[in-house]
C-alpha cells in the first residue's frame, strides 16, 4: 500500500510540474447586443488571448462556435507552447438569441445562423463581431490585433456549428483557410446536403480542413444519416483535390469524440505554417477541359456600377447589359445560333428557345437548372455568354456557373468575395464583376459573341 501512495504521489506531482509549465492564457467574457446583419439579436461571447501575445503584431485566429468548446482555450495552452500552433487568439461566439421587452428569449437563431448556406455568418464575423475584438485592451496594457490574411485564420464547431464553419470558409475563403469539423451537420436542415455536389463542381479553394465524425451519428433521423452525409462531403473534398484529414470514430452525436481529436485537428491545420494553404487539384472533367494551368483570377479596376461599359482599358470596352426584348433579361445566343437562353427572374431556371428560320423561338422550356447560393431567396442571374464548345457560362451568387448543353451545371469558377454580377469573354479571356471589382482571367476555352457569324459546334450527345 505504501508503494502504491508513493506512485500516486509521484504522478501528481509530475502532472502539477506540468501544469505549471505551461502558462495559461487570459479568457475575457463579451457580448455583443446590436447586428444589422441578424437583426434583434443579442449573444455572449468570449476571448482568449495566449500567454505568449506579446500586442507587438497581429496575431492568428481561431473562432469557435457555441462557446468554448473542446476544452479548447486549455488546449491551446499546451498547443502553443508546444509550438504546435502559432499564437493564437481564439473568440468563441454563442448563437444568437431575440429577447422581448421583458427579457425571455422568444426565438432562439442557432439554425438560422448556423445551418443557412450563405455567406452571412462570415460577413457578421467580418463586419460586426471581429472590429469589436480589434483594439481590445487587457488589463496589463496588451492591445488586441488579428491577422487580416485568411491563411492565419481557423475557424471551428460542431454539428450545425461544424457545417457553420465549413460554410464560412467555403463562401469566404478570403476570411478563413483552415476548417475543424466536428460531427458536422451536412445534411438536409436547410440545404446542407448539396455541399457534396457543389465541391464537386467549384473550382478548389485554399482550404484545409480537418473532419470528425462517429458511426453512429445521428440526432435526427428526419434530416438523414449524419455519418453517411459526413463521408459524402469527405469523398466530395478527396475528388476536389482539398488537403484534409480525418478522425473517425463509433460514436454518436456528441461532443465528447471531437473533443479528443481536437489537439491532433489544430496541428494538421496548422503545420507548415506560415506556409499558405495551396488550392488542390481537381478531378472535375469540365475544371480541367476550360482551366488554364498556372492562370487565375487577377484585378484589373474598381467597376462604377452606374455606367453602362467596363472600361477595361482603353482598347477593350465590353457591353455590360445585354438585354433581351423590353423585360430586360439577359440572354445569349448559341454559336451556331440555333439556341437562344433566356434569363427566368426569380428562379434557377434559364429559358431555351429553338431558333427558327425566320428567327422566331420556338418550343421555349426550362432548360438551364442553375445552383443557388442563398436558400433563403432566390437571386436574380447575371449576364450569360456562350465559348465556342456550346458551353454556357451564367454570373450568379455562387459565381460563374457553367453548364454544358444539356443544361446542367458541370463546373463553378469562384472568386473571393463570392457572387458575380456581371460577365464577358474577349477571346480566351473572360472578365467578371465581382464585389465592385473587374477580374479578368485566362482560360484554355474561348468566348463566342451573338454578333459574330455562326460557326457549327460538336454535339454533346445526351450524356
Known sequence: ?????????????????????????????????????????SRAYKVYVPAQYGGDKPACLLVCMDGILYDAAAKMDTLIAAGDMPVCIGV????????????????????????????????????????????????????????????????????????????????????????????GTFVAMRGGNDFPALVRKTEPKAIRIFMQDGEKDAWNPLFGSWWEYNQLMHSALQFAGYELAEAWDKGGHSIRYGTLAFADAMRFLWKG???????????????????????????VARYSAHRDTLYLNPAITISAKQKLISRGSHFALSP????????????????????????????????????????????????????????????????VQVCDQNGRVRAILDLPQGAVTN???????????????????TLKSRGYHHSQPPIKVKSQGQG
Open 92 to 183: 468563441f461566439v454563442e448563437p444568437g438569441v431575440i429577447k422581448n421587452s421583458q427579457g425571455d428569449v422568444v426565438r432562439y437563431n442557432r439554425s438560422r445562423e448556423f445551418d443557412t448556406m450563405n455567406s452571412h455568418w462570415a460577413e457578421f464575423l467580418e463586419r460586426e463581431l471581429l472590429p469589436q475584438v480589434e483594439g481590445m485592451t487587457l488589463d496589463d496594457g496588451r492591445v488586441l490585433h488579428i491577422s487580416s490574411d485568411a491563411n492565419d485564420r481557423a475557424i471551428t464547431g460542431a454539428s450545425s456549428g461544424g457545417i457553420c464553419a465549413w460554410s464560412a470558409a467555403w463562401y469566404r475563403p478570403d476570411l478563413f483557410s483552415r476548417v475543424y469539423t466536428a460531427v
Open 1 to 41: 500500500m505504501a508503494r502504491i501512495a508513493i506512485i500516486i504521489v509521484v504522478c501528481l506531482m509530475s502532472l502539477t510540474m506540468q501544469s505549471q509549465s505551461v502558462p495559461a492564457g487570459t479568457i475575457i467574457t463579451c457580448s455583443i447586443d446590436h447586428s444589422d446583419i441578424y437583426p434583434g439579436t
Open 273 to 299: 505554417w506560415p506556409q499558405r494553404v495551396k488550392k488542390g487539384k481537381s478531378g472535375n472533367d469540365m475544371l480541367r477541359e476550360i482551366l488554364a494551368d498556372g492562370e487565375d483570377w487577377k484585378f
Open 336 to 399: 451556331d445560333h440555333s439556341v437562344m437562353v433566356q434569363s427566368e427572374p426569380s428562379s434557377n431556371w434559364l429559358i431555351a428557345y429553338v431558333v427558327g428560320n425566320d428567327g422566331e423561338l420556338l418550343h421555349g422550356e426550362r432548360f438551364y437548372w442553375l445552383h443557388s447560393a442563398d436558400n433563403d431567396a432566390l437571386q436574380e442571374n447575371g449576364p450569360m455568354a456562350f465559348d465556342t464548345n456550346g458551353n454556357l457560362y451564367v454570373a450568379t451568387a455562387l459565381g
Open 423 to 441: 460577365l464577358s469573354f474577349v477571346g480566351n479571356t473572360l472578365y467578371v464583376v465581382c464585389g465592385g471589382n473587374i477580374y479578368q482571367r
